[in-house]
């Protein structure tokens, strides 16, 4: 009789669902209890640090009370047959307290995505417990405030699609890092940026060299890793995102490409990378991040650069890149951001330039660029900021940027541009808030308009050959 009685209540419960809980199943009454218990010891505070850098924080957890289906809790998701726990997503939560070693979320061993980024845990040691949950195939504990070291038990988590322990204060011992590497085959995602990696010796680096081919992502910026990188990484056959930008001890090269590969993200910026570009770079061909700012890097740059036409984002500055800038750059219809800052490019700026009509930032300064700015310059109707500084640039500018109306940085200084006067244009450039024309050849008196540019922060006109009286 009584399982005939919950038989029938089965079915009445799985067929005639109320409105809510439409094919949801009921929650398992432990993982329940394990949850508010969770709940319970942390307290909710919105303005804690970890909220800060997230966007809209939402104390989901108010929604979790007693008696009510969990599996229809905030964050909260359940298997459809068991009504185990199996996805907690608790992200920018404004939990705040302590961490417990044992904490009750632990008993929920079903679970295999968890989420707890941008929340307060008050430096709390990193438990071991997280180690324990063996179906975890999705982790994130990005900024959330652990410190210490992280669990040498984390490489018992081998079904890991993807790991972020990035922003965490926290430090990796070599020995773990390379487990999670050699255990975790399945991973396609992996965000550590800012880890300590600093006691991983150089002469351990190649622990990096078993990644799981099927990574799509690598991030692994700021970590203080150190030493020879052999250039495999970027061999990876569906890499789509590498990061290893500030990591100034960390030296390699770019590899040969011998095919297309997927990658569409590549940031080294700030790195001891070195070398030429490669002419196999063109296999690059979903690249649309390339940053390379503040490396080592040397020499021209491969004409075949320029057949990436995905590019929106160039950044080459401050390394030693020579030669010219070739024509085709005009086939980098998305390019928006492009930085050459600080090279040895020479050469002129060819008419084409006017072709990458979506560039919101451009910058030449610091080079051996030579010749006449081209008018088709003023094409660039986006660009918010222009740096030309200290380079050879001739001619006047009068014809130049007059329908850029949008800039608010515009840096001219150290050439040879001669105009009879500051030309008139320049008076309706609204968003100026840095201007500097110094160390160029401009004449005349200065104009009574500088009112005009009520945003205007920074003005140098030093070292030209102005006179007169200054305006009030
Ligand atoms: C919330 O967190 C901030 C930053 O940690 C702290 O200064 C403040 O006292 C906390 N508020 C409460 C009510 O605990
Ligand atoms: C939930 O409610 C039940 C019955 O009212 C009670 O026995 C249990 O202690 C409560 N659980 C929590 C975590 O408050
Ligand atoms: C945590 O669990 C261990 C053993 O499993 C036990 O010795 C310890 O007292 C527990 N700590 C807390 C805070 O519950
Ligand atoms: C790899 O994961 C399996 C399953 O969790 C575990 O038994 C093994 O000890 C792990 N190996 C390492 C090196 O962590
Ligand atoms: C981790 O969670 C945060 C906040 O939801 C998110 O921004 C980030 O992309 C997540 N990381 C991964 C690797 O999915
Ligand atoms: C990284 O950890 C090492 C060893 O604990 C420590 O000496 C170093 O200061 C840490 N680096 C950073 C940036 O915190
Ligand atoms: C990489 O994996 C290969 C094959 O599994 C193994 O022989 C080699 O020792 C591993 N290298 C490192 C540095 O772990
Ligand atoms: C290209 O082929 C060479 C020689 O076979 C190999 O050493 C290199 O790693 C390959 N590069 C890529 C990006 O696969
Ligand atoms: C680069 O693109 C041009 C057409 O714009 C094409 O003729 C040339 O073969 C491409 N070169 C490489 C190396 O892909
Ligand atoms: C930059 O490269 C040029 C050759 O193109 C070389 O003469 C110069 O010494 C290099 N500068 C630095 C700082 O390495
Ligand atoms: C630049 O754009 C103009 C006008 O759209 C076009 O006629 C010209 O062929 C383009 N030049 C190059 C090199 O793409
Ligand atoms: C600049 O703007 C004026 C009027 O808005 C237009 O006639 C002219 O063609 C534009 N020049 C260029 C080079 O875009």
């Known amino acids: 009789m009584g399982w005939f009685l919950f038989l029938v209540l089965s079915f009445l419960l799985s067929h005639f669902p109320s409105q809510t809980s439409s094919l949801m199943p009921f929650c398992n009454h432990d993982d329940a209890s394990a949850l508010l218990s969770f709940k319970s010891s942390f307290t909710l505070n919105s303005s804690s640090d970890s909220s800060l850098g997230c966007e809209s924080p939402y104390p989901k957890t108010e929604s979790w ?44 061993i079903h679970l295999k995505k968890l989420n707890l980024a941008f929340n307060d845990f008050s430096n709390s040691p ?23 070291v992280i669990p040498s038990k984390i490489s018992l988590l081998s079904k890991l699609v993807s790991l972020d322990l990035s922003f965490l204060g926290m430090r990796i011992e070599a020995a773990t890092l390379e487990n999670v590497i050699v255990n975790a085959t399945d991973i396609r995602e992996l965000t550590l ?13 190649s622990l990096l060299v078993n990644f799981s081919s099927s990574l799509v992502s690598l991030s692994l910026g700021d970590t203080g890793l150190q030493g020879k990188l052999a250039n495999n990484i970027l061999c990876l056959p569906n890499l789509q995102k590498l990061d290893l930008s500030v990591n100034l001890d960390l030296e390699g090269e770019l590899p040969e490409f011998n095919r297309s590969t997927p990658l569409r993200y590549l940031d080294l910026s700030y790195t001891g990378f070195s070398g030429k570009l490669p002419n196999t770079i063109n296999h690059l061909e979903s690249l649309n991040f390339l940053g390379l700012e503040s490396c080592d890097f040397e020499g021209p740059i491969p004409v075949f650069l320029f057949n990436l036409t995905q590019l929106k984002f160039l950044d080459l500055g401050g390394n030693n890149f020579s030669g010219e800038i070739p024509s085709s750059l005009s086939n980098l219809r998305h390019l ?19 072709n990458i009509t979506q560039v919101y930032h451009l910058n030449l300064g610091w080079n051996n ?10 094409n660039l109707q986006h660009l918010t900021f ?5 380079n050879s640039f001739t001619g006047t500018i009068a014809k130049c940027f007059g329908n850029i109306t949008q800039v608010n940085h515009l840096d001219l200084s150290g050439n040879n541009f001669r105009d009879e006067i500051i030309p008139s244009f320049i008076f309706n450039l ?10 160029n050849n401009f004449g005349g008196e200065i104009p009574d308009l500088f009112d005009k540019l009520s945003k205007l922060e920074t003005l140098d006109l030093s070292r030209n ?8």
């Open 193 to 205: 940026d800012f880890l300590n990696m600093s006691t991983i010796e150089p002469s351990s680096l």
């Open 430 to 439: 609204q968003h100026l808030t840095y201007l500097d024309l110094s160390d």
């Open 126 to 148: 990193m438990p071991n417990g997280f180690g324990d949950h063996v179906a975890l195939t999705h982790l994130n504990l990005s900024h959330s405030a652990f410190s210490g």
């Open 336 to 354: 928006t951001f492009i930085n050459l800052f600080y090279n040895s490019f020479t050469g002129h700026i060819v008419q084409y330039f006017g």
């Open 386 to 390: 222009i740096n030309l500084s200290d």
């Open 369 to 378: 660029f030579s010749g006449e700015i081209p008018s088709s310059l003023s």
């Open 65 to 108: 009370e007693n008696g009510t289906n969990c599996c229809l809790w905030e964050g909260v998701s359940c298997d459809a047959k068991s009504g185990h726990v199996i996805g907690i997503d608790l992200s920018s939560s404004c939990l705040q307290g302590e961490f417990h070693p044992n904490t009750t979320l632990f008993k929920l």
């Open 465 to 472: 050959q102005i006179h007169g009286r200054i305006p009030k």
